[in-house]
């Protein structure tokens, strides 16, 4: 199933300033999920950031901070018990209204949001804050794409056992041009030039 821009939501995992430097192929990875997040700004996807513990860590890379549409300040590994999933799946408003209002069953049916359900995750660290995330996610009955070059740990092994562990979970593991290019579909989409230049 390919991925649909207008179902997805874009979650960017602890790309924080002190620990960047510790990560393998820690430059790589901040551009590549810069890219997605300048793509999904472009192509009006919602764009969430995670920080663990900023006080300790520091914000988020100012270039990638952003570029998000908010970001969640958290303790927990995973964002979930923290809100995450109420951002991604906010509950439906309340119809306003007085003593005066008419009866329930004379008003208007409420226009639901249309749902994103598809979160295209990434972060670090793969195998930590990144994986409890995905995990609970799923658990969530979110379908969730894991960008996996957009994501890493201290060391290979680790975000490969977290790639594993993922993949056994149900998760879609993706590539940022994999994501990038669903999303557009076709070189004839209004912002596929744009964007070409942004990959370059």
């Known amino acids: 199933m390919l991925i649909d821009f207008e179902e997805s939501q874009l979650v960017l995992v602890d790309y924080q300033e002190k620990l960047m430097p510790a990560i393998f192929d820690g430059a790589q990875v901040l551009k590549n999920a810069t890219l997605l997040a300048k793509v999904a700004q472009q192509l009006q996807v919602p764009v969430f950031g995670t920080e663990q513990n900023p006080s300790k860590l520091g914000p988020n890379a100012a270039e990638l901070r952003g570029l998000c549409n908010k970001t969640l300040a958290k303790m927990f590994f995973s964002a979930v018990p923290e809100g995450l999933n109420e951002w991604l799946r906010p509950p439906a408003k309340p119809q306003g209204g007085n003593a005066r209002s008419l009866p329930k069953h004379l008003q208007k049916p409420q226009q639901a949001a249309p749902e994103r359900n598809s979160i295209i995750i990434a972060g670090c660290e793969a195998h930590v804050c990144l994986l409890q995330t995905a995990l609970e996610l799923l658990e969530d009955e979110f379908d969730v794409c894991v960008v996996t070059d957009a ?50």
């Not at 149900?170 to 994999?178: D, R």
């Open 151 to 200: 994501c890493s740990s201290r060391t290979e092994r680790n975000r490969d056992a977290a790639f594993d562990r993922l993949a056994g979970a149900g998760a879609e593991l993706v590539t940022t041009e994999m994501v990038i290019f669903e999303w557009l579909r076709s070189c004839e989409h209004e912002d596929f030039r744009d964007i070409l230049q942004m990959i370059k």
